[in-house]
């Protein structure tokens, strides 16, 4: 059984749509992120959810929106995509909020033409 | 948090054991080391952390300096499957998850 799971593994898009990444875990734990890798391969944070409450929003841009329907689910809905959205987007999630132990998923690799 | 400096790239041979050097010279005395490393097209994997024991487990041991200026990452017998990019992060245990990866170092294993 998959710990982290993202679906898609593979998104190709036209700029100007609208695309949703989502992720589950089946780990118990209590918090989730979403981090994205760019083509230099610098992988940063972009959100933090603890018990489906937003933690961390790091500098990302209002067309990202992270959506937590429970603690196991933590979905990425992107508005209005753009070519620098282009990236890997990877999901974690960790058993608490401070802890430096994060699972990670596989990745989604967004691609905005 | 402390930042960390890392060489680029190593190579070990399969069965040696490999050692990847991290320095963190401003590292304070409430931050942790953090290894993580990234096999090609997978997502980032825990691998180990320490405060300033030296610490072991089924992936690796860890080694820390006495001034906690430096560490080491030892995987006592690479194989070819432990080629991945490594991850020396130094963070706050309270700001756990805003981990920040940097360049990391790109171990190949070979033959």
């Known amino acids: 059984d998959t710990a982290v799971s993202q679906t898609p593994k593979y998104l190709v898009t036209q700029m100007g749509n609208d695309k949703s990444i989502k992720c589950e875990q089946n780990l118990g734990h209590d918090t989730m992120y979403w981090y994205k890798q760019d083509s230099k391969k610098f992988l940063k944070i972009m959100f933090s959810y603890n018990n489906k409450e937003l933690i961390i929003n790091e500098t990302v841009p209002n067309r990202f929106s992270p959506k937590s329907p429970d603690k196991a689910h933590l979905n990425l809905h992107i508005n209005s995509l753009e070519l620098g959205d282009s990236a890997v987007y990877f999901c974690?999630?960790?058993?608490?909020?401070?802890?430096?132990?994060?699972?990670f998923g596989e990745g989604s690799r967004l691609t905005v033409l | 948090d402390a930042k960390t400096t890392q060489p680029t790239s190593m190579d070990c041979a399969e069965g040696r054991a490999a050692n990847l050097p991290c320095n963190h010279s401003t590292i304070s005395g409430n931050e942790y080391v953090y290894w993580y490393r990234q096999i090609h097209s997978q997502g980032p994997q825990y691998i180990i952390h320490g405060l300033k024991n030296n610490e072991t487990n089924e992936m690796a041991s860890l080694i820390i300096t006495e001034d906690r200026k430096s560490s080491t990452l030892i995987l006592p017998h690479a194989t070819l499957r432990d080629t991945a990019v490594y991850y020396c992060?130094?963070?706050?245990?309270?700001?756990?998850?805003?981990?920040?990866f940097g360049g990391g170092t790109r171990l190949m294993v070979k033959p």
């Open positions: 974690a999630s960790s058993l608490l909020a401070a802890t430096g132990e994060l699972f």
């Open positions: 992060i130094v963070i706050s245990r309270n700001a756990g998850n805003m981990l920040t």
